[in-house]
């Protein structure tokens, strides 16, 4: 199986800024895309940001020019840098991966973290 497990997470002022930090581990053949998706309450769950193996990103419009997302070269682990936060950022922050397995390589599978909350205040 897979883990991804997420960090950085926390309460910070408008203004400020966070990075949250996502390392996958455990039977990991290749990992095509990793990214970083949110869900506030009462809202669904949407993509944040995403890197592919190529190195190729994708924002939403909300954090472009505010968020970056990099893997800086780390082997199977994704960073989020979150810049200028504003209270609408504030969400529960899940990492995605997908993944071929060691026991299935020629299918892809998406695997979540537990979720980091982050908290901006006004």
């Known amino acids: 199986q897979v883990q991804l497990v997420e960090s950085g997470g926390g309460l910070v002022q408008a203004g400020e800024s966070l990075r949250l930090s996502c390392a996958a581990s455990?039977?990991?053949?290749?990992?095509?895309?990793m990214g970083w998706y949110r869900q506030a309450p009462g809202n669904q769950r949407e993509l944040v940001a995403s890197?592919?193996?190529?190195?190729?990103?994708n924002y939403a419009d909300s954090v472009k020019g505010r968020f970056t997302i990099s893997n800086l070269n780390t082997k199977n682990t994704v960073y989020l840098q979150m810049n200028s936060l504003k209270p609408e950022d504030t969400a529960v922050y899940y990492c995605n991966a997908e993944v071929s397995t060691t026991s299935t390589i020629w299918k892809t599978y998406n695997f979540w973290g537990q979720g980091t909350q982050v908290t901006v205040s006004s």
């Open positions: 455990g039977a990991i053949f290749s990992i095509n895309t």
């Open positions: 890197i592919t193996s190529g190195g190729r990103t």
